[in-house]
């Protein structure tokens, strides 16, 4: 398919129901179609059909909760909920298909979600933003030849046209004109904002109205610059954020008829997200009763019009392993893995206060009696402490060696998450502070003879130096972790492209003083598990000692419950300063002493009930010979002081 060349002779497809003044019908059936729209209304089997949806991503989610998470959403009177999907999972490797992992099985997220009453609408990219890793885009993608994102450029259009035909071959029999639950799909998000290369979208959309068979919807911010930005033929035209400026906006700025249709806040902003970082709070509408009510007035205006809604987000889920995404803001700012955004369903599923006022707004607008009363929170569990003991150094696992006069970038390893490990072996005096590449990609541990001599960390616009006194035998050793990259950048940023620049490692030369440093051993460590082998190390662990794993084991009784949710606790590693926790086998995410996040959500369908449960913790700045951890039932948020940033 030339999907570059505009497809004049499809604008009678793309036309809404309304719009038959000002282009001729293709069909003329007596049954209406399963699911359209006029100038005002959403149209579902010919009747008004208002969308009151909620967003949940259903691979933040462990899959054997998406029923509950799926019910509750019902329950709180929600009809209809909205997906991203996440390409970087469904496609980790190129033409590497993943969906029959059940994580990644999208359509039976959908299909669950039809049982428990509910339509979807389809959000797939190929970019998501969502605050994910690089805004859902596979690392892969980077090392593509002359590829450009986000454009009509050939390469990147040729990855997403394979992108989305296999996901539409998955989807496609969910449709609801085929009798399944997916009303509408969005093309691309939020392009707007980002940029006007019409012919991209454009192309998106030819390549969406082949694979598929229902409308089709852009969602852009709520002025001008970004609807005009984002508006695509034929393609019904929505916003996000507040809707009285931007269901205003959205009829002011778009003029194009056939983008024209009933409005739809496609993203309504329950709270947010947080930012890792000494100074960054929690973010949670909790104590901010204004707050609240500017919520329920919204959701008032919205429905009391018989317009549509989609709360974003209905329910977060999490980033577990290495999925949370950055801004660039001339520095890194970098998501925590907990993806609870203040949202009415808390990270854990259970119910909040917050969803308790948005059900009772939300029944003034719907039929008495048709929304379930919802299930009660079953309670988390607590554990006791559990020792942690070493196992292994870090720099005992290293694999194979790459050897490069110059250093080289993560993805030229072939590797997409994880840490990097640089090796110099010092050949001559070297003094002055260290430089790694063009910048911190993202944060740099600097060890000399394998002792911690700083971290370089980009989270900050000032990140500190590390000045070094290199003598020849010396070992200079740079451990450069990819904390997430950019998934937003927006035309008013005021910086580089970030999303166009997604390398980590070193990137550039390293240098000390003015000195160019060559020849480098280079290990990757992707960790995408941990490791199985224990060689504990000869020397005590102490303040400045290299990364080190450790192990511990707990065992919970089950009970006489089958419902995994008894299980559900957050994990505490309270006298950890940064790192990663595996708890058999799965990586949770990092935590970090800056917080906000001092907990980290583990889902009970991880454990086995009366069985040893193992937990692992990469800690990369130990301080002692061992760690505790513990499970609680009431997650904790709290910032701390940076101990490597003074």
């Keep these: ?29 007596a049954a209406a179609p399963a699911f359209t729209y006029d100038r005002h209304s959403f149209l579902l089997n010919g009747e008004p059909y208002v969308i009151i949806g909620g967003q949940m991503d259903p691979q933040r989610i462990p899959p054997a909760y998406w029923r509950d998470r799926l019910l509750k959403a019902r329950a709180m009177g929600l009809n209809t909920i909205f997906s991203y999907v996440y390409w970087n999972l469904l496609e980790p490797k190129r033409g590497q298909w993943t969906s029959n992992e059940e994580s990644n099985d999208v359509a039976k997220f959908f299909r669950i979600a039809q049982e428990e009453g509910l339509r979807v609408v389809l959000r797939p990219g190929p970019y998501i933003c969502g605050e994910r890793e690089w805004g859902g885009f596979p690392a892969w993608l980077s090392q593509v030849p002359e590829i450009k994102v986000r454009s009509s450029n050939a390469p990147f259009m040729e990855a997403a046209e394979s992108y989305l035909r296999r996901l539409a071959n998955d989807l496609r029999d969910l449709q609801v004109t085929r009798g399944g639950p997916l009303l509408m799909v969005q093309v691309e998000n939020e392009y707007g904002s980002y940029g006007e290369d019409h012919n991209y979208t454009q192309g998106l959309r030819d390549i969406l109205l082949e694979n598929f068979e229902v409308p089709l919807y852009t969602n852009d911010g709520g002025v001008e610059w970004t609807l005009k930005g984002g508006e695509v033929p034929g393609v019904l035209a929505e916003i996000d954020g507040d809707p009285r400026s931007g269901f205003a906006a959205r009829d002011r700025y778009i003029t194009d008829p056939t983008e024209l249709g009933p409005l739809l ?56 392993g290495f999925s949370n995404g950055a801004i660039w803001k001339n520095y890194t700012a970098v998501f925590i893995t907990s993806y609870d955004y203040g949202a009415p369903l808390d990270e854990s599923g259970r119910t909040t206060d917050l969803y308790f006022t948005f059900r009772d707004t939300i029944q003034k607008y719907v039929r008495q009696g048709s929304i379930p009363e919802p299930p009660e929170n079953v309670p988390l569990l607590e554990t006791s402490n559990i020792t942690l003991s070493p196992t292994i150094s870090l720099f005992d696992t290293l694999g194979k060696k790459t050897a490069s006069v110059e250093p080289v970038t993560m993805e030229e390893l072939g590797q997409a998450y994880g840490l990097v490990l640089y090796e110099h072996k010092v050949t001559a005096t070297l003094q002055g502070n260290l430089q790694p590449g063009d910048r911190a990609r993202d944060r740099v541990i600097v060890y000399v003879n394998g002792r911690r001599r700083g971290v370089i960390d980009s989270t900050y616009s000032q990140p500190t130096q590390v000045s070094l006194s290199l003598q020849p035998g010396d070992t200079l050793q740079l451990l450069v972790e990819n904390l997430g990259r950019v998934d937003y950048w927006s035309r008013e940023s005021g910086t580089f492209v970030a999303l166009e620049d997604p390398y980590k490692g070193i990137v550039g030369n390293v240098t000390i003083g003015s000195e160019i440093v060559s020849e480098w051993d280079i290990y990757s460590l992707p960790l995408e598990e941990p490791p199985t082998v224990s060689k504990p190390g000869s020397e005590a662990i102490t303040t400045g000692s ?20 008894t299980l559900d606790t957050f994990l505490e590693v309270p006298d950890g300063v940064k790192g990663n926790v595996w708890v058999n086998g799965f990586n949770l995410g990092r935590y970090w002493i800056v917080g906000p996040q001092q907990s980290l959500y583990l889902p009970g369908t991880i454990i086995r009930p009366d069985e040893e449960n193992e937990i692992v913790v990469l800690e990369l700045e130990p301080n002692g010979d061992s760690l505790t951890a513990f499970g609680t039932a009431e997650r904790r948020w709290a910032n701390y002081a940076d101990p490597d940033y003074t």
């Design 1 to 29: 398919m030339c999907w570059y060349q505009p497809l004049i002779c499809l604008l009678a497809v793309l036309a809404p129901a309304w719009a038959s003044d000002f282009l001729p019908s293709t069909t003329q059936s």
């Design 265 to 320: 806040d496609g993203e309504y902003y329950t709270f947010a997200p947080d930012f890792w970082g000494s100074g960054n709070p929690h973010n949670t509408a909790v104590g901010r009763p204004s707050q609240i009510q500017q919520f329920v007035s919204d959701l008032d205006y919205v429905l009391g019009a018989n317009n549509s809604i989609s709360l974003y987000m209905f329910h977060g889920g999490t980033n577990f």
């Design 546 to 565: 290299p990364p080190v794993f450790f192990r511990g084991t707990f065992r919970v009784g089950g009970g006489n419950s089958t419902d995994p949710m």
